[in-house]
Structures are given as structure tokens and as C-alpha cells.
């Protein structure tokens, strides 16, 4: 076989050209620090690279989330702490209202303080965040959620959604509670039945809020006292108790005795004080009000001037009713709150998870795509010889040619 000398120069550029492109593949591998330059030089390490780097990227958007739903719940737990200040300095001041030795003139002190720390409350329940977002307005963030109406009363525009963000793989958590499972379901009376006095009474008793002690069933009930058969001052006070359809359930005649128990279908109460013949009282179940419109009425209670006995019993009960409210409105208040902070541990615990994810990402992405430097500088030696080693080779055979031996 005849070779030319064109081949033979033309055999040895290759083979240059050959060296030269492994090295200048070498040398962008130490430049940049990887492996693999381009996703055809290995295309299972370039999908494996691509998956790991979109786990890095995922939890950094878990990151940024966590930090978002940490500053929304710290503000909730901050406006929850706040209320509850609040519902304890109510209650001081409904125990002091409650004292005989209040006048009409220090009980209007009292409801320019409830006043006062009603609006407060209002605004609590009114917060919003760094965005204008209101926290306790459930999806409807965008929305005030509390506002007094025309007739004195309280309306709520937000709704009982809870916001739920993303903060690992498969983890989801509420960054909200809505207002009305704060402030408006409530439930009055002791959270079962309302004791509630009739307006038309005209004797000094006082009803206790009372509790269940066996199976209540919802109904509604009215204790009576009897009006008495004669003038004689020594026939006892008595009474008896109906329920909704006027049907008996406790017969007439039962003798009452101030501060005794007064027990039927599962409802325990009494009652101090010395109730007029003709006076009643109403046991019904509890339903939700909203603690704003229970504060207004406790103003107002505070601030209708009483003289008479009666008067004075009226008022007592409408705050035996307001601490009630107030015990029901600070035990939900307490609970969410320790829902939130049960939350916040979790943002903490979460994020832990994420960091360890993270650095183990880290460390199989670096076994993937990292150069190991040793062993790419001693490859780049070799390259470089190689290369040395061809371009001497072509020196030694560019200038042969058979002329030289005519």
C-alpha cells in the first residue's frame, strides 16, 4: 500500500488535533470544577444533577415559605396574647362591678374602661401584616374582618377558611385562624345552657350560671316561683319548673331555700338572693354570640343607673353572664393559642428536617458534578505530554519526502 506524504502530515495534524481537544476537555473540567460539561458527555450523572438541583431549589422555596408563616404566626400569637390581657382585665373589672359597694357613678367609670378595651379588641381582631393582609379574616385576607353595623350590633366579612403553605416534601400548615372561631363562636351562659333572668322581676335573685352534672338534652326550661296562698310571712317561698310546652317537669310546692342546689334533666344551678312570687328565670341552651356584642351589653349594663333591689340583681346576673362569656372567650383564646405556638414548633422542627436535606443534597450533588482535583491535574499532565509528544513527532516527520533521496 502507497502512502503520500500528504497522508502522513495529514495523519499526524489529526492526531494533534485529537490530543489537543482531550486536553482542552481536561482543562475546562479544572477550570470550572465538574465533571461533566455538557449533559451528552454522561446522561444519567446530567438527569441525576437535574433532579438533585431541583430538590436544592424546592427547598429553598420551603425556606422562604417557613420564614413567611413563622413572621404571619408570631403576629397572631402576639394580637392572642393581647387578648387575653384584655379578657383578664375585663373580668377584674366585672368582679369589682360586681361588688355592692359600687355606686352609679364608679360603674360608669368601669364602662368607659370596657369601652376602651373593647375597641382595643377590635382592633386586635382587625390586624393585619407587613402586606396589608388581615390575619383573622381567614381567605378573605384582602377584607376587614369586624366592623360595627347601623343597629349597634357587629358583623364579620371574613369567612372560616385557614390558610395552608407549603414547608417540606409533604408537609402543609395553616399560617391563620379565622375570627369567627376567635371571637364569634362563643358559646354563652357555661358553654351548655344559659341561666337568664326575666326583665319583669321584681325580687333580689340571682342565678348561677350553673353546670351539667348529667345527660342535658337541649331543652328549654322556666323555674317559677309560686306567689303565696296567704299573708303569712313564715309560708316559704316556692316553685316549680316547666319546660317549652308548659308541660311540668318539677311539680309545684318545692320549697326554695336561698343557695340550695336546684337539679332537673341533668342541670345544676341555685339561686341567692330572695326571688318576688311571680319571678322567673329561663334555662335555655347555649349558642354562639360574638364576644364584641357581649362586651357592648356589658357597657351598657354598666352604665343604666340601678337603685333598687331588684335593679341590683338585674345587674348581677347580666355580669354573672359577662364572666361566663369572659371564661368561655379566654379558654378558646388560650386554646388556639397553643395551636399556634404547637405551629411555630413545628416551623422550627421542619426546618431542621429541610437543613439535613440540604446538606445531604449538597453532598450527593457533589459526588455527582464535583471534579476530584487530584486526579484531573495528573490527567492533565498526561494530555499535555501526549500532546508534547505528537507535535515533536510531527516535527521529526513534516520535512521527509523522497526528493531527499534523488
Same mark, same amino acid.
Given at each position: ?43 444519567? +450523572?446530567? &438527569?441525576?444533577? =437535574? ?5 436544592? !431549589? ?6 422562604? $415559605?417557613? @420564614? ?10 402576639? +394580637?392572642? &396574647?393581647?387578648? =387575653? ?5 375585663? !373580668? ?6 360586681? $361588688?355592692? @359597694? ?121 323555674i317559677i316561683f309560686d306567689r303565696k296562698q296567704s299573708n303569712n310571712p313564715n309560708e316559704p317561698l316556692t316553685y316549680h319548673v ?114 439535613s436535606l440540604k446538606i445531604q443534597v449538597k453532598e450527593i450533588l457533589s459526588g455527582v458534578e464535583d471534579l476530584d482535583y487530584s ?32
Amino acid at each position: 500500500m502507497r502512502v503520500s506524504t500528504n497522508q502522513t502530515q495529514q495523519t499526524a495534524v489529526n492526531a494533534m488535533l485529537d490530543q489537543q481537544a482531550k486536553l482542552s476537555k481536561v482543562q475546562e473540567q479544572v477550570a470550572t470544577g465538574r465533571k461533566i460539561a455538557k449533559p451528552s458527555e454522561d446522561p444519567v +450523572a446530567a &438527569a441525576k444533577i =437535574v433532579n438533585l438541583d431541583d430538590i436544592l !431549589r424546592k427547598t429553598e422555596q420551603f425556606k422562604s $415559605n417557613i @420564614t413567611v408563616a413563622r413572621a404571619r404566626l408570631n403576629l397572631e400569637e402576639g +394580637a392572642l &396574647a393581647n387578648s =387575653v390581657d384584655i379578657y383578664h382585665r375585663i !373580668r377584674e373589672l366585672a368582679l369589682q362591678a360586681n $361588688n355592692a @359597694t359600687q355606686t352609679n357613678e364608679t360603674r360608669s367609670y368601669m364602662a368607659e374602661e370596657v369601652s376602651q378595651l373593647l375597641d382595643e379588641l377590635l382592633g386586635l381582631a382587625n390586624s393585619s401584616d407587613s402586606t396589608g393582609e388581615y390575619l383573622f379574616a381567614g381567605n378573605k385576607g384582602r377584607f376587614k374582618p369586624f366592623g360595627r353595623n347601623d343597629k349597634g350590633g357587629f358583623d364579620y366579612y371574613g369567612d372560616d377558611g385557614q390558610r395552608q403553605i407549603q414547608i417540606g416534601p409533604k408537609r402543609q400548615i395553616a399560617v391563620n385562624d379565622s375570627g369567627s372561631k376567635i371571637f364569634r363562636e362563643i358559646r354563652d351562659g357555661n358553654g351548655h345552657f344559659a341561666a337568664l333572668d326575666s326583665p319583669q322581676n321584681r325580687g333580689s335573685g340571682v342565678i348561677d350560671p350553673g353546670a351539667v352534672t348529667g345527660q342535658y338534652d337541649l331543652g328549654t326550661y322556666a323555674i317559677i316561683f309560686d306567689r303565696k296562698q296567704s299573708n303569712n310571712p313564715n309560708e316559704p317561698l316556692t316553685y316549680h319548673v316547666i319546660n317549652a310546652k308548659g308541660e311540668t317537669v318539677v311539680p309545684a310546692g318545692q320549697v326554695f331555700k336561698e343557695g340550695d342546689a336546684i337539679e332537673f334533666r341533668g342541670i345544676h344551678t341555685s339561686i341567692d338572693g330572695e326571688p318576688a312570687p311571680g319571678d322567673y328565670f329561663v334555662i335555655r341552651p347555649s349558642f354562639n354570640q360574638d364576644i364584641f356584642t357581649t362586651l357592648q351589653g356589658f357597657v351598657d349594663a354598666l352604665r343604666v343607673g340601678r337603685g333598687s333591689p331588684s335593679d341590683h340583681a338585674q345587674l348581677n346576673n347580666e355580669i354573672n353572664r359577662v364572666l361566663s362569656a369572659m371564661d368561655v372567650a379566654l379558654g378558646r383564646t388560650l386554646e388556639v393559642r397553643a395551636n399556634v405556638g404547637a405551629r411555630l414548633n413545628a416551623l422550627d422542627s421542619q426546618e431542621d428536617i429541610n437543613d439535613s436535606l440540604k446538606i445531604q443534597v449538597k453532598e450527593i450533588l457533589s459526588g455527582v458534578e464535583d471534579l476530584d482535583y487530584s486526579k484531573a491535574v495528573s490527567e492533565l499532565n498526561q494530555k499535555l505530554t501526549s500532546l508534547q509528544a505528537s507535535q515533536k513527532a510531527f516535527t521529526r516527520v513534516q520535512d521527509i519526502s523522497l526528493f531527499n533521496y534523488l
